[in-house]
């Protein structure tokens, strides 16, 4: 195991300071995902800094007009058994309940959950096999290797990886904000725009900037999260990351699509919103199979399968035909 040392941080401004300052340091919450990539030496960081200790950042707010303000130290399971969480937005307790083991749960924050890495193999194995992630400007070998779990959407030649999050798909259809404090105050990152698609720097997986603690997530009120649903298809049926998910959320006139909401998990290396489906299906009937079906097919235009993951695509489409069914039950 690598050898790091451990500090505890009591106040935001100055965790924010050390981090600015020193490239060495890591912020550690759960610590669920970092350990794993410090044991695969996938991350190396010589100091951890324990951010628990920081105030009013576990915190689970209703917001009056509906919405949601989570906190980034919020655990995984607090989130998931909400009441109001549960009520307003369900697609987003169902993707943490399928994310994991309960204890992982118990221990995983919100903040690390989507700020967690790719699951691709070359990248965590550490075996000595190219992985532009890993070490920039080597290759990467899943582009013509083992590919059955990457990308179909929005890869680059320097990286067919997935991003692992599930409520991180859950928060992008819902049109979230990510808070981020800084030396200079904070900003609210559109979720869309937080995590990156690789091109030619696939290392970097985010908007954050060194210097910067995630803070909360903000959820907007929305009509629609009310009839929402998370669906996830996995190997196995216990504690296993997705070929392939869906969070949909709609607002219907009876049975009659009056806005949706759709986006994809394990097809790309962020969330991956299905904005031309999300056009087509307004004015759509939900109990017309065939219509939902073209709809769908729309953001399929630019899917662009590897040699071992061309299923997919098929895939991708049911799942979403069937999120989106399964939310308009709840409407």
Same mark, same amino acid.
């Given at each position: !195991?690598?050898?790091?040392?451990?500090? @505890?941080?009591?106040?935001?401004?100055?965790?924010?300071?050390?981090?600015?300052?020193?490239?060495a340091?890591?912020?550690?919450?759960?610590?669920?995902? *970092? *350990?794993?990539?410090?044991?695969?030496?996938?991350?190396?960081?010589?100091? +951890?800094?324990?951010?628990?200790?920081?105030p009013? !950042?576990?915190?689970?707010?209703?917001?009056?007009?509906?919405?949601?303000?989570?906190?980034? +130290?919020?655990?995984?399971?607090?989130?998931?058994?909400?009441?109001?969480? %549960?009520?307003?937005?369900?697609?987003?307790?169902?993707? +943490?309940?399928?994310?994991?083991?309960?204890?992982?749960?118990? !221990?995983? /924050?919100?903040?690390?959950?989507?700020?967690? @890495?790719?699951?691709?193999?070359?990248?965590?194995?550490g075996?000595?096999?190219?992985?532009?992630?890993?070490?920039a400007?080597?290759?990467?070998?899943?582009?013509?290797?083992l590919?059955?779990?990457?990308?179909?959407?929005?890869?680059?030649?320097?990286?067919?990886?997935?991003?692992?999050?599930?409520?991180?798909?859950?928060?992008?259809?819902?049109?979230?904000?990510?808070?981020?404090?800084? &030396?200079?105050?904070?900003?609210?990152?559109?979720?869309?725009?937080?995590? &990156?698609?690789?091109?030619?720097?696939?290392? @970097?997986?985010?908007?954050?900037?060194?210097?910067? *603690?995630?803070?909360?997530?903000?959820?907007?009120?929305?009509?629609?999260?009310?009839?929402?649903?998370? +669906?996830k298809? &996995?190997?196995?049926? /216990?504690?296993?990351?997705?070929?392939?998910?869906?969070?949909?959320?709609?607002?219907?006139?009876? %049975?009659?699509?009056?806005?949706? &909401? *759709?986006?994809?998990?394990?097809?790309?290396?962020?969330?991956?919103?299905?904005?031309?489906?999300?056009?087509?299906?307004?004015?759509?009937?939900?109990?017309?199979?065939?219509a939902?079906?073209?709809?769908?097919?729309? /953001?399929?235009a630019?899917?662009?399968?590897l040699?071992?993951?061309?299923?997919?695509?098929?895939?991708? %489409?049911?799942?979403?035909?069937?999120?989106?069914?399964?939310?308009?039950?709840?409407?």
């Amino acid at each position: !195991m690598h050898r790091f040392a451990l500090s @505890r941080a009591g106040d935001a401004a100055m965790a924010i300071a050390a981090h600015a300052r020193d490239p060495a340091l890591a912020f550690i919450a759960g610590g669920t995902d *970092l *350990l794993g990539l410090m044991k695969d030496r996938a991350a190396l960081p010589e100091r +951890l800094l324990d951010i628990n200790g920081l105030p009013d !950042m576990a915190r689970i707010e209703a917001v009056p007009d509906g919405g949601l303000r989570i906190g980034a +130290l919020a655990r995984m399971s607090d989130v998931a058994a909400d009441v109001e969480v %549960r009520r307003r937005f369900p697609v987003i307790a169902e993707a +943490l309940l399928f994310a994991a083991s309960g204890q992982l749960r118990n !221990m995983a /924050s919100i903040g690390g959950n989507i700020l967690q @890495r790719t699951r691709c193999p070359y990248f965590r194995d550490g075996d000595d096999l190219p992985c532009n992630k890993r070490r920039a400007g080597s290759g990467c070998a899943a582009l013509r290797g083992l590919n059955r779990n990457h990308a179909i959407f929005g890869w680059s030649e320097a990286c067919v990886a997935t991003h692992a999050s599930d409520v991180a798909v859950a928060f992008a259809a819902l049109d979230a904000h990510v808070i981020v404090r800084g &030396r200079s105050g904070e900003r609210s990152i559109p979720f869309g725009d937080f995590h &990156r698609l690789p091109g030619d720097t696939p290392q @970097r997986d985010t908007a954050l900037e060194r210097g910067e *603690l995630i803070v909360a997530v903000e959820v907007p009120a929305q009509e629609a999260g009310r009839a929402s649903h998370y +669906l996830k298809v &996995r190997d196995r049926q /216990s504690y296993e990351f997705a070929l392939v998910s869906a969070a949909a959320a709609l607002a219907t006139d009876g %049975r009659r699509i009056r806005s949706a &909401r *759709l986006a994809l998990g394990g097809v790309a290396h962020k969330p991956w919103r299905l904005t031309a489906a999300e056009t087509a299906l307004r004015g759509a009937s939900l109990d017309d199979v065939e219509a939902l079906k073209s709809a769908i097919a729309t /953001s399929f235009a630019d899917a662009r399968p590897l040699a071992g993951n061309g299923f997919k695509v098929e895939l991708a %489409r049911r799942v979403s035909l069937r999120a989106l069914q399964s939310a308009g039950a709840r409407a």
